[in-house]
């Protein structure tokens, strides 16, 4: 499947895996680029040296294009960004802010520029300010959300920009990537589906989580904050939820937060872990290569988009 994605970034399948905080390391995203499509490291809250290994790693182990998904909360966001002009990394998304300062720097460096947006200002504003494509994000996803559903999302941001917009937020199956691309899409990112891939790191744990998830199973919290997080429902997202109806104030709720996911992802606590993971992790319930994700993923698509009445058996005209 071509679209002006995959001629962008140069990659096989117009899908790109989601740059997980603490998931998304050097061996999911070599994984995902060596099977055709675009994998991410993650920024996420790192130091810029950590980001630099991981990069270095990811370029052992892999010669096809990757990129490094900066999440612009993290204070160090900028040295990454630095560290990815050092790098030479191919592409940058970035999360959770806008980027229009970095952009320039970036696009004189060569780096393709896709920044993930909840909305369609954002999205008309990135593309004023010279992004290759956008990421749009409905709150369907994991970890930090914005307000619309991907169904909505979708169709007004690709009517209001003209380049290639990439959707975001349960997306996983080729069903799921055939619809988005009926919105005006011409790609995907996935995130929940490869939090299962076997060449994902993170503790059995975590997985055991997205894998036994039914679809009412993820909660909200933090819309207080200005920063919400959907995540699968745990003692954890019990506790927060508790303390969100005290009205705290919302920097002692933020610090509660801190370290959560590592606990999740590192220790597979399943307690006191942020185990984030979008709506659509009730479908997810196989562990399998990225490969084997990618293909099945696109291969369903290509067949539902090309023979779609013939195989649900509708009738026109
Ligand atoms: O960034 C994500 N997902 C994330 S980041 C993350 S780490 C984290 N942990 C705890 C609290 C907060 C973050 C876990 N998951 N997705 C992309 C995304 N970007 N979703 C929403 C946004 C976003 C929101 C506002 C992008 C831009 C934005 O702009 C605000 C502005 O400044 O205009």
């Given at each position: 499947m071509?679209?002006?994605?995959?001629?962008?970034?140069?990659?096989?399948?117009?899908?790109?895996?989601?740059?997980?905080?603490?998931?998304a390391?050097?061996?999911l995203?070599?994984?995902?680029?060596?099977?055709?499509?675009l994998?991410?490291?993650a920024?996420?809250?790192?130091?810029?040296?950590?980001?630099?290994?991981?990069i270095?790693?990811?370029?052992?182990?892999?010669?096809?294009?990757?990129g490094?998904?900066?999440?612009?909360?993290?204070?160090?966001?900028?040295?990454?960004?630095n560290?990815?002009?050092?790098?030479?990394?191919?592409?940058?998304?970035?999360?959770?802010?806008?980027?229009?300062?970095?952009?320039?720097?970036?696009?004189?460096?060569?780096?393709?520029?896709?920044?993930?947006?909840?909305?369609?200002?954002?999205?008309?504003?990135?593309?004023?300010?010279?992004?290759?494509?956008?990421?749009?994000?409905?709150c369907?996803?994991?970890?930090?959300?914005?307000?619309?559903?991907?169904?909505?999302?979708?169709?007004?941001?690709?009517?209001?920009?003209?380049?290639?917009?990439?959707?975001?937020?349960?997306?996983?199956?080729?069903r799921?990537?055939?619809?988005?691309?009926?919105?005006?899409?011409?790609?995907?990112?996935?995130g929940?589906?490869?939090?299962?891939?076997?060449?994902?790191?993170?503790?059995?744990?975590y997985?055991?989580?997205?894998?036994?998830?039914?679809?009412?199973?993820?909660?909200?919290?933090?819309r207080?904050?200005?920063?919400?997080?959907?995540?699968v429902?745990?003692?954890?997202?019990?506790?927060?939820?508790?303390?969100?109806?005290?009205?705290?104030?919302?920097?002692?709720?933020?610090?509660?937060?801190?370290?959560?996911?590592?606990?999740?992802?590192?220790?597979?606590?399943?307690?006191?872990?942020?185990?984030?993971?979008?709506?659509?992790?009730?479908?997810?319930?196989?562990?399998?290569?990225?490969?084997?994700?990618?293909?099945?993923?696109?291969?369903?698509?290509?067949?539902?988009?090309?023979?779609?009445v013939?195989?649900?058996?509708?009738e026109?005209?």
């Open positions: 071509k679209t002006r994605l995959t001629s962008l970034l140069g990659i096989e399948y117009p899908m790109i895996q989601g740059g997980m905080a603490w998931v390391n050097a061996s995203a070599s994984a995902v680029s060596n099977a055709g499509g994998g991410l490291i920024g996420g809250a790192a130091p810029a040296e950590v980001v630099r290994e991981e270095r790693k990811a370029k052992s182990m892999t010669d096809k294009p990757f490094v998904n900066v999440m612009l909360m993290n204070p160090s966001a900028e040295e990454i960004l560290v990815c002009i050092e790098e030479k990394v191919s592409v940058v998304t970035t999360g959770a802010g806008n980027p229009g300062k970095y952009i320039p720097a970036l696009k004189e460096a060569g780096i393709k520029v896709i920044p993930v947006v909840p909305s369609v200002a954002l999205a008309k504003r990135m593309e004023r300010a010279g992004a290759d494509a956008v990421v749009a994000e409905g369907e996803a994991g970890g930090h959300i914005g307000d619309i559903t991907t169904m909505c999302l979708i169709p007004q941001i690709a009517d209001a920009v003209s380049i290639p917009v990439v959707a975001a937020g349960g997306v996983a199956d080729g799921g990537m055939a619809a988005v691309l009926m919105l005006g899409a011409e790609g995907v990112q996935v929940t589906r490869f939090l299962v891939a076997k060449e994902c790191t993170i503790h059995q744990n997985k055991d989580m997205v894998l036994k998830a039914k679809d009412t199973d993820s909660a909200v919290t933090g207080f904050t200005g920063h919400p997080v959907r995540s429902r745990n003692k954890f997202t019990k506790k927060l939820t508790e303390i969100e109806k005290q009205h705290l104030d919302p920097q002692i709720f933020e610090e509660m937060s801190v370290g959560s996911l590592r606990k999740a992802v590192i220790d597979g606590n399943t307690e006191e872990g942020s185990f984030m993971a979008g709506q659509i992790a009730g479908m997810v319930n196989k562990e399998e290569t990225c490969r084997e994700i990618i293909e099945s993923m696109t291969k369903e698509a290509e067949t539902l988009l090309q023979d779609f013939k195989i649900r058996g509708v026109i005209g």
